[in-house]
Each structure stands twice: as structure tokens, then as C-alpha cells.
Nanobody, 121 residues
Framework: VQLQASGGGLVQPGGSLTLSCAAS????????MGWYRQGPGKQREWVGH???????KYADPVKDRFTISRDNAKNTAYLQMNSLKSEDTAIYYC????????????????WGQGTQVTVSS
């Protein structure tokens, strides 16, 4: 299973950006899809996640500004980021809990490669 994140770039403060994360490979089901980020000189932190029934949860710093959604038919997660601030500058990583075998009910967490988001004027 591979996760490919895309959509990062340079955006001005107050602007918006949407990240995508598409999963490919041996996929028999996807449970939670999540996003993490790591800013310069900081620890990696959890941003938020979306469960199969579309329930979402967000970290306090991004609540009411970021929205996570999913397209199950495309095995893709999205992170819509609005009202971006300089402190949102980070490498953003997606995660998915994937069932990758038809012989097992086990779900394993996979990580994307990360995409850079820079918020600067």
C-alpha cells in the first residue's frame, strides 16, 4: 500500500490550500484517515482525522479552519485549509489505517511521504 500526498505549496497568510492523499495497492478496506504535520524545529503533531462514517476530530490549533473529508470510492483523503497562518507552515503527512489482505481483518497504519506547506507573504 502506498499513500501519495499532493497539493502543498506557498500561500499567503489568510489564504487557502487543499491537500489530497490517495492510497493505492492492495486495499480491502480503509478505516481512519488522518493528517499530521511537522513544523520547522518542532515535533510531529496530529492535525485531525476522519472515520468511515465521516465523523471528524481536529486539534485545537486548526479547529474551525481546517476540514477533513474523504472519497471512499477513490481511496482519497482531503485536507481543506482556510485562514492559514504562518504557524501552519509545516510538512503535512497523511495516514490511513488499511486492511491490505483478504485473509485477515487486521488494519495497519500507512504513512504518506509528506507535502510541504509554507505560509508566508
Amino acid at each position: 500500500v502506498q499513500l501519495q500526498a499532493s497539493g502543498g505549496g506557498l500561500v499567503q497568510p489568510g489564504g487557502s490550500l487543499t491537500l489530497s492523499c490517495a492510497a493505492s495497492g492492495s486495499i480491502f478496506g480503509i478505516n481512519t484517515m488522518g493528517w499530521y504535520r511537522q513544523g520547522p524545529g518542532k515535533q510531529r503533531e496530529w492535525v485531525g482525522h476522519i472515520r468511515p462514517g465521516d465523523s471528524t476530530k481536529y486539534a485545537d490549533p486548526v479547529k474551525d479552519r481546517f476540514t477533513i473529508s474523504r472519497d471512499n470510492a477513490k481511496n482519497t483523503a482531503y485536507l481543506q485549509m482556510n485562514s492559514l497562518k504562518s504557524e501552519d507552515t509545516a510538512i503535512y503527512y497523511c495516514t490511513m489505517d488499511v486492511r491490505s489482505s483478504s485473509d485477515s481483518d487486521k488494519y495497519s497504519r500507512f504513512w504518506g511521504q509528506g507535502t510541504q506547506v509554507t505560509v508566508s507573504s
